[in-house]
């Protein structure tokens, strides 16, 4: 990004160039000075669009009150005006355009846009409904062309502007600090930025290569202006289409996974808001670091949870042992709870069924019973609709008889057979009602119960490390573990369905177990995935070693992996490091790469007694001469030791939920999907050594840097030995 004041480029093609710094005269401003001018101007239009946009939201909400409608269609109408004023109102303050789209006079594939000027930004501005826009969203078709548009294909387009803004500009037009274009049907591409190779595919121009680079502090931003062309296809996939992104560290899939959240919004808006949108993360510390994207290109209201949150139906006041939770996840336990569940239902030994009717009694044979009962199970529904399938099918069978004796009943006589006592107990004595805390409970209260149901499916030791050692009183005073709050969504859903979402966002996937993978998959019935992950940094103790079995378990097999191998944000030289643990990670992963010839790496090895920790304070104090913010990452041992340490030295460092503090300090756990300009790497062996997966942690680890590393080890580097 450039400083205050200075510019980038030349000007629109029908704006003079500016001559050269020593022959301007000195009191005469530039062509590009007088650009930069008109666009400051326009944005200053825009400005007062947008804040007449708002004042007339609200105004709608009140008018909206009068309007002569239904009691339901009133208050349907009345929600929405409400919830797009809100939206209006809360509308984060930026920029409003980032590029400007000339598109060519006498270009054919320019189609009806030939001639035309647009700005491109996060949100639609119109000084009235019915007036070309001031501001065009960019998630609207002729706004693909800023992203897909280059010399080879310049798609109708003449000249291509980026805007450089000041970092962290709210929107004031005076931080409008340069602009860059790209004369592209002249076959003209942007001047390469810092650290490009003229070689490589990526981002040439300055203001984009700086927008990316931009130091990182706070939570994370949206990448409207910086979207790379294969990005944007996965952005602008379709609501019926699953994809599923294997992305390397720095190549922005996260971004891209957030922005076909916002792009299908605005695309499907009504199949969306109707049926929801989720947003799945790992903890709430990334939930927390992402959250302000959306609302930041115009969207709210999207429900942004982990598959926990999701799948609470009691508190977790219990815990597994690393063998339990290992069989809990697995995938198998789907079949163990399909059968515990269903073998309460009793298909044979019905008795005669006698119910009253008046001074008249309707009788159901013992064997149409049976029959009956054997049907619905064999249609195998969920068990709740299998249970009124039974009493609809015994309503039947007396209907018939009902007709056939004294013609047509009505829908009171069905009712009232359908709530008699008699239909009632039989249903419940041949399918009886269950609860899944019920049903779990008494599977692992009861080896017996257990080994039925497991039978040819999990081994003896597997059917013991599970069956709880001490049984509760009750189902309501068990004491439930994670892996407890997954088998019970999974015994909800045999039961009843769940509502589904339209479409659903799975960050790191790669670490959910087959079981959560499952619970997704029944929120997902009718909706469509986009399924983001590294499966390098796969950290879970069941985390997934290749993708078609993990889309598998998501109900998806048949969707396409596509791969994103080349970053923007990590440095070459810290993803060549990472790179060197590939090898001993056991999963079928193209090493990354980076168009950041910048950046910069330092091992600094303990020797002599040295203290790691002080070692550490001044890494730290180092990376505080920069720019940006820096992280502390440490083996969650190691935290409270190094927090400490720094606070001595009159570092205060903050809690990685603490977005925006210049230092943080980061328990490896949660440092996932996190980003800092300066990582100081504290000990990696230990960090190796606290886990099953140390070494996948490791390579996380590396990769959170996005312009300095430090890494800090007296006990060896592990890249040596893998």
């Known amino acids: 990004m450039t400083a205050p004041g200075t510019s980038l480029d030349a000007p629109a093609p029908d704006e003079p160039s500016a001559p050269a ?7 005469e401003p530039s062509a590009l000075d007088a650009a930069l001018a008109r666009e400051r101007q326009y944005h200053d239009l825009c400005r007062t669009a947008l804040a007449a946009m708002v004042d007339g939201a609200q105004e709608h909400v009140v008018t909206g009150e009068h309007v002569a409608a239904s009691g339901a269609d009133a208050e349907v109408l009345g929600y929405q005006l409400r919830s797009r004023a809100k939206e209006m109102r809360e509308l984060p303050d930026a920029p409003l355009f980032f590029g400007a789209l000339d598109f060519d006079a006498d270009a054919a594939d320019a189609g009806d846009h030939r001639g035309q000027r647009y700005h491109v930004g996060r949100l639609r501005i119109t000084e009235d409904p019915a007036a070309p826009p001031l501001v065009v969203d960019w998630r609207a078709p002729v706004s693909r062309a800023f992203y897909q548009a280059g010399v080879r294909d310049p798609q109708g387009v003449a000249v291509r502007r980026r805007f450089g803004w000041a970092p962290g500009s709210a929107g004031d037009s005076a931080d409008l600090t340069g602009l860059e274009d790209e004369h592209l049907t002249a076959g003209e591409e942007a001047p390469d930025g810092p650290g490009a190779d003229p070689a490589a595919p990526g981002p040439r121009s300055r203001i984009l290569t700086g927008e990316i680079e931009r130091p990182r502090v ?7 202006a910086t979207i ?7 952005v602008r996939a379709g609501l019926g289409e699953s994809v599923c992104v294997q992305g390397a560290p720095g190549t922005g899939k996260t971004a891209v996974g957030l922005h076909r959240a916002a792009y299908l919004l605005y695309t499907h808006p009504q199949r969306i808001r109707r049926s929801g949108l989720l947003v799945l993360g790992p903890n709430r510390t990334f939930l927390r670091y992402i959250a302000e994207v959306l609302p930041a290109l115009g969207e709210t209201g999207v429900r942004q949870a982990t598959v926990r949150d999701e799948i609470a139906r009691q508190p977790v006041r219990g815990a597994d042992g690393p063998d339990a939770a290992l069989v809990k996840h697995d995938a198998r336990m789907a079949e163990v709870l399909r059968r515990a569940l269903y073998a309460r239902v009793r298909p044979g030994g019905a008795e ?3 119910v009253p009717d008046g001074s008249y009694r309707w009788r159901v044979p013992a064997g149409d019973l049976d029959r009956i009962v054997a ?6 529904p969920p068990y709740e609709t299998g249970r009124e399938r039974v009493r609809t099918r015994v309503v039947r069978h007396i209907q018939e008889q009902a007709e056939r004796r004294a013609g047509p009943v009505g829908n ?9 006592r008699a239909v009632s107990a039989f249903v419940d004595a041949v399918w009886p009602k269950a609860r899944p805390e019920q049903v779990l409970a008494e599977l692992l209260a009861d080896a017996g119960a257990l080994a039925s149901a497991a039978d040819g499916v999990l081994g003896a030791a597997e059917q013991r490390a599970i069956l709880w050692e001490r049984a509760p009183r009750s189902y309501r005073s068990a004491k439930w573990s994670d892996a407890d709050l997954v088998l019970l969504d999974e015994l909800a859903g045999l039961v009843e369905r769940p509502a589904g979402y339209g479409h659903i966002v799975v960050d790191e996937a790669q670490d959910l177990s087959p079981m959560e993978c499952r619970a997704i998959a029944r929120r997902a019935g009718f909706g469509s995935l986009t399924v983001l992950g590294d499966l390098a940094q796969g950290t879970t103790p069941w985390a997934a070693r290749d993708w078609p079995a993990q889309l598998a378990h998501l109900g998806r097999p048949d969707t396409p992996v596509t791969p994103l191998t080349t970053g923007f944000r990590v440095p070459q030289a810290i993803v060549t490091l990472a790179n060197r643990l590939l090898d001993g990670l056991g999963v079928d992963v193209p090493p990354a790469r980076s168009l950041r010839a910048d950046g910069e790496l330092a091992v600094h090895r303990v020797e002599d007694g040295r203290d790691v920790v002080a070692a550490t304070v001044d890494a730290v104090c180092g990376a505080l001469a920069h720019e940006g913010s820096v992280g502390v990452i440490a083996a969650d041992t190691a935290v409270a030791g190094v927090r400490a340490a720094l606070a001595a030295a009159g570092v205060e460092a903050a809690d990685p939920d603490e977005l925006g503090a210049r230092v943080t300090v980061v328990p490896a756990s949660v440092a996932k999907g996190l980003e800092y300009d300066h990582v100081v790497a504290v000990e990696p062996a230990d960090i190796v050594a606290a886990e099953e997966r140390g070494a996948h942690r490791l390579y996380v680890v590396l990769t959170r840097a996005v312009s300095r590393l430090d890494v800090v080890c007296g006990r060896g580097v592990p890249w040596e030995a893998a």
């Not at 710094?21 to 009191?27: C, M, R, V």
């Not at 049907?375 to 195998?380: C, I, K, L, T």
């Open 21 to 27: 710094p020593d022959e301007a005269a000195p009191d």
């Open 218 to 224: 706070g939570p994370m931003r949206d990448i409207a």
């Open 228 to 234: 790379q062309p294969e990005q944007d296809d996965l």
């Open 412 to 420: 009171a006589w069905l009712q009232k057979i359908s709530r008699a």
């Open 352 to 354: 005669p069924l006698a």
């Open 375 to 380: 049907d619905v199970r064999a249609e195998e």
